[in-house]
């Protein structure tokens, strides 16, 4: 075989290469949707609800935090105001929830946006830390406005039997299934933004501001942008969590773990791709509930212990997250002579 | 409009205690390409950064088609038609060469489809094309330096600033750099700014030269004239 004949075996049709890449997405939501059937117990059935939801949260916090590199650790008020929306208006207004999630995401995207505007012009490391303040604000304000909010004592909803129409369901399945439709469209969300030009101003931004604004990009109003979209994403995730565990209060909902692990999921999955942050969650949050399971007693400390070391180890083999490394083996795969 | 193009009113920067520039006052009419030269530290870097204003002018105003554009954001004044490259290169290192060029085009073509073939041509222009797919920080210094041209072609420009693109360029680079400045100066009517170390560069392609010195600006005119001027001639030989 000539040498200028042997390339072009190896490089593969792009359509042919499309329709494998489509069917192996369809081979993974199968894997998905079947989830029930295979993981066994109910405990393990929440387990995968709350990835799900901590996939469509690391998803949502990745459109701005990862796309555009605002490190936010403040996420968890999107999160705080899709839940106490949606369960105040269930429990003051008996509005229901399937009307109440979609208002904490409107909320939330103004919330986002009066946030956005002062905290965009803090730089780098100080929009990590102003974002982290609001964590601070906002537990204040709901603990001292109890007669809104319920003060510490939280919100609890009402116990009204199993009613759809209310989201109250008898089977754990349909939360589950509920959870995966958000993570699915939260999925789908994360890819448009990424191929469209909002994703590419978002990475000229990441990339290089000067040059982004040499290019004419408005970075305020770009990041605001994904900023809401980004909002709209977790608050939807607050309301679903409401919902599930039917309990909120202030330290819960503005909880420095829940946007830390936001952050944590979309790093460790790769903030490049636009499935990468679920596919952080679906690995880290197994693995921190099995290991706080296990280890029990006097070990129950280890279990961060051996969560905290297995993250530095990700980290340190794989800095750009899992997503980009398995996206290289994937090219190299169709690059190999078979 | 009959005016200027572009129009200086005493502008001055300063940094602490250096006056970068100072009182600089000049116009430019559309579709002229003005070379602008001095030696190093003459503010020839900082006179574009105070026009598009990236660093805004501590006094003085900058007017563009007869508005003052002075404090305006740098998004505002790119998007109104002037926009320039940077000595110190500036591109998006992880995205590919036509990425690059891309996000320039997305700044009046909307679709991405449309934005993408807009692109394409002007990579082709600049002689950059069959690099397209590479990451742009696989590219050498002086490539580097064309593909933030071919971005700042892509936004579309009334008003192109190009700070120091013949940099390693060849001789014969050199000569295809400058067909394709007269090329966007006379084919597409772009009004340029050039600012260029290499002498007979600037002087063979310029109608008309600025030159500065240490914030001043000490001549305005024909190549020729301002070549023989003795305040330009002592600048340039007194550094030597």
Request: hydrophobic share 50%; aromatic share 8%.
């Amino acid at each position: 075989m000539s040498d200028s004949a042997a390339p072009s075996l190896r490089i593969p049709s792009r359509r042919g290469r499309r329709a494998v890449e489509a069917a192996l997405a369809l081979v993974l939501l199968g894997l998905l949707l079947a989830a029930p059937f295979y993981v066994g117990t109910e405990f393990a059935l929440r387990i995968a609800t709350l990835c799900c939801l901590f996939g469509t949260m690391s998803l949502g916090w990745n459109l701005l935090g990862g796309y555009a590199n605002q490190i936010s650790l403040g996420h968890a008020v999107f999160f705080a105001v899709g839940a106490y929306t949606t369960g105040l208006l269930e429990i003051d207004f008996q509005v229901t929830p399937w009307l109440g999630i979609p208002a904490g995401m409107a909320l939330a995207v103004l919330v986002g946006i009066g946030i956005g505007i002062p905290t965009f012009r803090l730089a780098g490391h100080y929009f990590a830390l102003g974002t982290l303040a609001l964590l601070q604000i906002g537990d204040i304000l709901f603990t001292y406005y109890r007669q809104f909010t319920g003060g510490t004592l939280g919100l609890t909803l009402p116990i009204r039997g199993y009613r759809p129409e209310m989201f109250s369901f008898k089977y754990p399945i349909w939360y589950f299934y509920i959870a995966a439709g958000m993570m699915v469209g939260a999925l789908l969300a994360s890819r448009l933004v990424l191929r469209s030009g909002l994703g590419y101003r978002l990475r000229a931004i990441k990339e290089n501001p000067l040059a982004a604004q040499l290019a004419g990009i408005d970075l305020l109003r770009t990041k605001l942008t994904a900023l809401a979209v980004s909002a709209a994403v977790v608050a939807a995730g607050g309301g679903f969590y409401m919902q599930f565990i039917q309990f909120i209060d202030p330290d819960s909902a503005f909880s420095f773990q829940t946007s830390i692990n936001m952050a944590l999921f979309a790093i460790i999955g790769g903030v490049n791709s636009w499935w990468g942050p679920a596919l952080g969650a679906m690995l880290l949050v197994p693995l921190s509930e099995y290991t706080s399971l296990q280890l029990t007693g006097r070990l129950a400390p280890l279990g961060p212990l051996a969560y905290g070391l297995l993250l530095i180890v990700v980290i340190l083999l794989r800095p750009r997250g899992l997503a980009e490394w398995l996206l290289r083996l994937w090219e190299r795969l169709w690059q190999s002579p078979t | 409009m009959s005016g200027p193009l572009l129009e200086l009113r005493s502008v001055s920067r300063r940094f602490g205690g250096l006056l970068a520039l100072s009182e600089v006052s000049f116009q430019v009419q559309a579709g002229e390409l003005v070379g602008v030269i001095g030696p190093n530290g003459a503010g020839k870097s900082t006179l574009f950064n105070a026009i598009v204003q990236l660093i805004p002018p501590s006094s003085g105003q900058v007017l563009y088609q007869g508005r003052d554009i002075t404090g305006w954001p740098v998004n505002r004044v790119v998007a109104s038609g002037i926009t320039k490259t940077s000595q110190m290169v500036q591109v998006f290192g992880e995205m590919t060469v036509l990425e690059n060029v891309l996000i320039g085009a997305l700044l009046h073509q909307r679709r991405l489809d449309l934005a993408r073939r807009q692109a394409i041509e002007d990579l082709e222009f600049i002689g950059l094309a069959p690099r397209a797919e590479l990451p742009a920080r696989d590219l050498t210094l002086a490539d580097r330096a064309r593909l933030e041209l071919a971005r700042a072609l892509a936004v579309r420009p009334r008003l192109l600033m190009i700070d120091e693109v013949m940099a390693g360029l060849t001789e014969a680079e050199v000569g295809e750099m400058l067909d394709r400045l007269r090329a966007m100066n006379r084919e597409r009517g772009i009004t340029l700014l050039v600012i260029e170390h290499n002498m007979r560069a600037v002087m063979e392609v310029s109608q008309r030269v600025l030159a500065f010195e240490q914030g001043r600006l000490i001549a305005d005119g024909d190549p020729s004239s301002v070549s023989r001027d003795p305040q330009v001639v002592e600048a340039y030989l007194g550094m030597g």
